[in-house]
């Protein structure tokens, strides 16, 4: 995805309340945390939210694209952003309190190498969201359907239930939910698969 049009997305107010929505449930998983990592960051607007409201806290945002950390706004000095790939995250063992994905994980070509990754950089009981496309909503659906989507063109890992059982092998899965409902411009509260967008898998180590 071109990386002005992605920071271009969250500026309208669909995206604003896309964004509104993800980061109010991600923001409740942030408790007890002091270093967390989000992978596939893109230009940070979640990270520097999290970032600025707790100065206390380390947070780090990594993505393969440099073209798109250089869309983020100006970053607080808690938050630090790495270009990085997910199969090889550059990060000491055991050093990470929370890792989240925000529509990245099924975007990566090797799941089971980040996924060692992603364990590697936990510490003992720490946790991982991971926010991937539930492909039974009208949203990806629509996504899918168009020749030139990004998501269509791509998305590695389709199906939610495959990931899930992929995760299962390195982490404990704790629970799965549907969230962030969307039909047409409308955005709204939901766990009816066809409108939720997001299965949420949380996890821990």
């Known amino acids: 995805m071109d990386p002005k049009l992605y920071s271009d997305y969250y500026k309208t107010?669909?995206?604003?309340?896309?964004?509104?929505i993800e980061v109010e449930y991600l923001h409740k998983e942030l408790k007890n945390s002091k270093r967390v990592l989000s992978i596939g960051c893109g230009p940070a607007l979640h990270e520097i939210i999290?970032?600025?409201?707790?100065?206390?806290?380390?947070?780090?945002?990594l993505d393969i694209s440099r073209e798109m950390l250089f869309q983020a706004p100006k970053t607080p000095v808690n938050l630090d952003l790495?270009?990085?790939?997910?199969e090889q995250l550059c990060l000491k063992?055991?050093?990470?309190?929370?890792?989240?994905?925000?529509?990245?994980f099924e975007f990566i070509p090797d799941i089971e190498a980040a996924l060692e990754e992603v364990k590697r950089?936990?510490?003992?009981n720490g946790k991982v969201i991971f926010m991937v496309s539930n492909i039974e909503s009208w949203y990806i659906q629509n996504e899918l359907s168009e020749a030139e989507s990004y998501i269509r063109r791509k998305l590695n890992n389709l199906d939610s239930h495959y990931l899930q059982g992929v995760i299962s092998k390195y982490l404990v899965v704790s629970s799965k939910e549907l969230k962030l409902g969307i039909r047409g411009k409308e955005v709204f509260e939901t766990d009816d698969p066809?409108?939720?967008?997001?299965?949420?898998?949380?996890a821990s180590k």
């Open 93 to 104: 063992d055991n050093c990470i309190d929370m890792i989240y994905f925000i529509f990245s």
């Open 50 to 61: 999290f970032a600025n409201h707790h100065p206390e806290m380390e947070f780090f945002g």
């Open 121 to 124: 950089v936990l510490v003992q």
């Open 82 to 86: 790495i270009q990085c790939n997910a």
């Open 194 to 202: 066809k409108w939720a967008a997001l299965h949420v898998i949380k």
């Open 13 to 20: 107010d669909f995206g604003k309340e896309v964004l509104r």
